[in-house]
Nanobody
């Protein structure tokens, strides 16, 4: 069972990145897949989650309209499109998976609700 995050890098302010989260060893459509980020000296922050098979997306109230989550079930991959990046978006971005289960009556947003984590991908935005 593995989540693999990729797509981070160094980008100038105003630029874009598409982060990818590949999943293996799980029934992809049985999970919420989410993106979190953790900036220097900050707590891990929920950004967005998506649920299959219909691809319903949920965003944190703090997430700017510049971010969009999507998934490709055929590729077992979830994406986070980030646009108009700002220096304050600099962080390690993590993807995580939470199995859809009866105790989850709402979209999970806390890190402890997610049982699988990718290794993180660094996003650095220069001014």
């Amino acid at each position: 069972v593995q989540l693999q995050a990729s797509g981070g890098g160094l980008v100038q302010a105003g630029g874009s990145l598409r982060l990818s989260c590949g999943a293996s060893g799980i029934i992809f459509t049985s999970y919420y897949i989410a993106w979190f980020r953790q900036g220097p000296g900050k707590e891990r922050e929920f950004l967005a989650a998506i649920r299959t098979p219909r691809g319903q997306a949920y965003y944190s109230g703090s997430v700017p309209g510049r971010f969009a989550i999507s998934r490709d079930n055929a590729k077992n991959t979830v994406y986070l499109q980030t646009n108009s990046l700002k220096p304050e978006d600099t962080a390690v971005y993590y993807c995580a998976a939470a199995r859809i289960r009866p105790t989850l009556t709402m979209t999970p947003t806390r890190p402890d609700e997610y049982e699988l984590w990718g290794q993180g991908t660094q996003v650095t935005v220069s001014s």
